[in-house]
């Protein structure tokens, strides 16, 4: 029967017939019924002994509010299920839903839609291969290919559960997570657009869209408007000095590595990260440990606190805190402050001398990440054994205001004692088997402690 003369008649013909209107309101009373309000034809049939009707052409019905529209549909009278294809819009308040097909369940208000589907809403535009809409409690849930973008992030993953009334989204597996100030994968996230947080689990990575550091862990929670982020447990810090072209592995090249109980990452006024408990350090033939370390990424700058001790080839470098300054991606220099000590092991024949300084404070200066000098200020001691063509000949001990040595080739070449030096030699026959005797106070060998390059497996590699 044509309906497409005007709406009155349409309204009519529906009122005669046993048709939307007059089942629903008798069958679900406490439902709002889904009513016809327009269609260019109707054509009314049954399928195994159940009642249909076909609506053809520019088709609009509405329950509650919630409008639908489609270029044709089935309704099952006894199911309450109406299916639609071509051209599918399902519009609630702000939201709008557009697919080429859709099945609409008028007793649980559950829309369920497939191929391409877009789901609109005030800022945010989500796109899925299919999903499901509730209208009644206003989640969504989105399968295959999806992608939801708003004005303050940017989210891909398999699955997606969004909760329109709150805002916030639960999405899963190859999940990521673009937003002003980093981007995440993960396993699971969820995300908060009101406050702009998220919680992330399941093999995290984080890396800054400014810089080429990348941060790793079991979980991670993330502030973007304050630029924060926390990752609570077994976090990994690999940060590359420098990149090539074809850098599909950065950390391959000259990256630095630094591992932790914890750590916390703050992007609002400069990159900066701080590990907290077992903190573990290696960048080339640096390596270093300390309950805590802040890296400071637009200064190239790191210092280490709480019982530091750095390694550097030979030399070991304690004191209460440890900077290290980088510059154009090399090693510049080394700061120690307060009870400052180096010990070098020079000589693997004679691994029981151990060149020593020690001070209030001690400086390390590099060229091209070679050593070129040692300086220690304020109460400074040294103790340096001498050889000559491999053999051992004796110890010098000195003290002063200042001690600097300047190195050749890697080796001491030049002792300088400034301000009420002191100086005393003992020949080879004293120092043999006496070695111990000429440990300045507050030696400590602490090689046993020193971290391995093991210890430092990037996540999801085989460690090699």
Known sequence: MPLSFCR??????????????????????RQDPVVLDYADSLKSA???????????????????????????????????????????????????????HAVYDA???????????????????????????????????????????NDTATITANDLNYDRNTERS??????????????????????????????????????????????????MYQDSRKGYTNVPRNPFLAHVDSTRPDSASPWKYDTMFIVSHTMEAFRSNQETYMAHDSVRLLRGDMQARCSEGKFFRSEDRIILSRSPVLWYHDTQLTGDSIAI????????????????????????????????????????????????????????????????????RGANRASGDTIEIKLAHGKPDKVYTMGGGEGQFWPEKLVKKNELDFRLNGFENREAERPKRNDFVMPGSSGK
């Open 8 to 29: 009155p008649f349409v309204l009519v013909v529906l009122a005669i017939l046993p048709g939307v209107r007059i089942v629903h309101a008798q069958q679900h009373a």
């Open 46 to 100: 049954k399928v195994d002994s159940e009642e249909v009707r076909h609506f053809l052409g520019h088709v609009k019905v509405h329950q509650g509010n919630v409008q639908i529209s489609c270029d044709q549909a089935v309704h099952n009278l006894k199911t309450n299920l109406v299916e639609m294809n071509g051209s599918v819009r399902i519009l609630q308040d702000t939201l709008l839903i557009t697919a080429p």
């Open 107 to 149: 007793k649980t208000k559950i829309a369920r839609a497939d191929g391409n589907v877009r789901l609109s809403d005030r800022v945010a535009l989500l796109t899925a291969t299919n999903g499901t809409y509730n209208t009644d409690t206003h989640v969504a849930e989105f399968h295959e290919h999806v992608k939801i973008v």
């Open 170 to 219: 639960i999405a899963t597996g190859n999940v990521t997570i673009v937003d002003s100030s980093a981007v995440i994968t993960c396993g699971v996230l969820r995300n908060d657009r009101v406050t702009q947080q998220s919680w992330c689990s399941g093999a995290v990575r984080v890396r800054g869209r400014q810089d080429p550091s990348q941060l790793f862990g079991d979980s």
């Open 325 to 392: 300054t980088l510059f154009q991606n090399k090693l510049q220099r080394l700061t120690c402050e307060n009870s400052a000590f180096a010990i070098v092991r020079r000589d693997s024949l004679h691994p029981m001398r151990f060149d020593q300084l020690t001070g209030s404070r001690l400086a390390m200066r590099f060229s091209d990440d070679s050593l070129r000098s040692i300086r220690v200020e304020k109460n400074a001691q040294s103790v340096y054994f001498g050889y000559e063509e491999g053999k051992a």
